[in-house]
């Protein structure tokens, strides 16, 4: 009989949304009566730019024709869309061609990144957190079990509530790899420019490394907020950037993504060697990945065109303006909630300290609004929750004002 990976068991409970989602059928199917309006998940509702649609009709015209047709493409990304990457978001930071990986989304990237590292390497995430930082780490064997207070041994937690304004401080005993994600999931919440630095400063004397998710670069709107840690000095020595096109152009659907990992970032071997990392996640990519399919990457490329980079906008300003709405509705519903400025999540703290799982089965069963409890990002998640200004402005307008009139408290 075949062994089994155990640190899978490990794992708490059922991935976080599946159990979101079993529940939320659960009530529906009780309730076929009931209008349940959905502001859990972070998935879209706008449909793709035009721009987007138009680049890949051509695209698949060109797969009829044998002059035109495309097979295996170049695992890391065709030219012409890594090449509209670095120009319209990394010129000025001498990102080159080969420091940028074309992948199918920026959850697979998180998830896999970890690969090329020891799992001798400790780690530090935010609490709460994006639950794929953590989990993958858990699967590889790079922490111990899951303790009594929600937290598994061998981990680096960096609390972030409202009583530190969601800013992480820097963990008391040194760490190997620093998980970052700026504007934050869930909280909606992000780090300046000279609070960024000193993550950076951190990680260049401790020789750590910052993995800094920043699929939600594109709804910043404050000056202060760094749209990619290269802005900050020192950063290509000491970390990898993953981005994604899924919440800016859409692309929940048709997967696209990437990471930037300049050659100067350097791990070392057992016996202190320094090494690139770069020709460690090259060796990586092209074994596990055979590319993002042609019509999707000419899709994603079409949004660095003047006509798409304003499509885009006016879809994130779509969203921001829902995210204004919840925020702003939460508020005069006497609820304390951050986020919804940098990001279009919104994140309030549950009325009267209730736990969150109860808050979603309240909000659901009173008012049939789905939302994401933050317990399932981390124990500092707990007694907050998570909506989300992915919806139609139509059905984030009727569940806002569901909040205020009917949810009692």
């Not at 000056?223 to 000491?238: L, M």
């Amino acid at each position: 009989m075949a062994g089994i990976n155990e640190n899978y068991l490990k794992l708490a409970g059922s991935y976080l949304f599946r159990e979101t989602a079993h529940r939320t059928a659960a009530y529906k199917e009780a309730h076929p009566e009931a209008d349940v309006i959905s502001l859990g998940i972070g998935d879209v509702t706008q449909p793709l730019p035009p721009v987007c649609i138009e680049a890949m009709h051509k695209a698949v015209d060109e797969m009829a024709q044998a002059d035109t047709f495309r097979g295996y493409g170049p695992e890391q990304g065709y030219d012409f869309l890594i090449n509209a990457i670095i120009e319209s978001n990394y010129k000025e930071y001498g990102i080159q061609p080969d420091e940028v990986f074309v992948s199918d989304g920026a959850k697979s990237d998180c998830g896999n990144i970890q690969e090329i590292f020891s799992t001798d390497n400790t780690i530090a995430i935010t609490d709460p957190v994006y639950p794929v930082y953590l989990d993958t780490n858990v699967m590889a064997g790079r922490t111990g079990l899951l303790q009594s207070d929600g937290r598994y041994a061998g981990v680096t937690y960096l609390p972030c509530t409202a009583e530190n304004g969601f800013v992480p401080a820097l963990p008391e005993k040194r760490v190997d790899l620093i998980y970052l994600c700026c504007p934050n999931n869930p909280t909606g919440t992000t780090l300046t420019r000279e609070q960024l630095k000193v993550w950076v400063d951190y990680a260049r004397e401790n020789d750590s490394i910052i993995l800094f998710d920043a699929a939600y670069n594109a709804y910043i709107s404050e000056a202060d907020v760094p749209h990619t840690i290269f802005e900050i000095e020192g950063a290509k020595e000491v970390a990898i950037e993953f981005r994604s096109f899924s919440k800016t152009a859409g692309f929940t659907g048709t997967r696209c993504g990437y990471i930037v990992l300049p050659k100067t970032v350097m791990g070392k071997t057992v016996s202190g060697e320094k090494k690139a990392l770069n020709p460690l996640w090259n060796r990586r990519h092209t074994t596990k990945f055979n590319g993002t399919a042609y019509i999707i990457q000419r899709g994603a490329a079409a949004i660095f065109t003047p006509e798409g980079q304003k499509q885009v906008k006016a879809t994130i300003d779509y969203y921001m303006e829902n995210a204004r709405l919840i925020r702003e509705g939460l508020t005069a519903a006497g609820i304390t909630c951050f986020g919804g400025i940098n990001a279009p999540y919104i994140w309030l703290k549950t009325p009267d300290n209730m736990p969150s799982w109860d808050f979603f089965d309240k909000l659901l069963k009173e008012v049939n609004i789905v939302g994401t409890p933050g317990a399932g990002f981390g124990p500092c998640g707990e007694g907050y929750f998570r909506l989300t200004a992915f919806g139609s402005r139509e059905k984030t307008i009727e569940a806002v004002g569901r909040i205020k009139d009917q949810l009692k408290f």
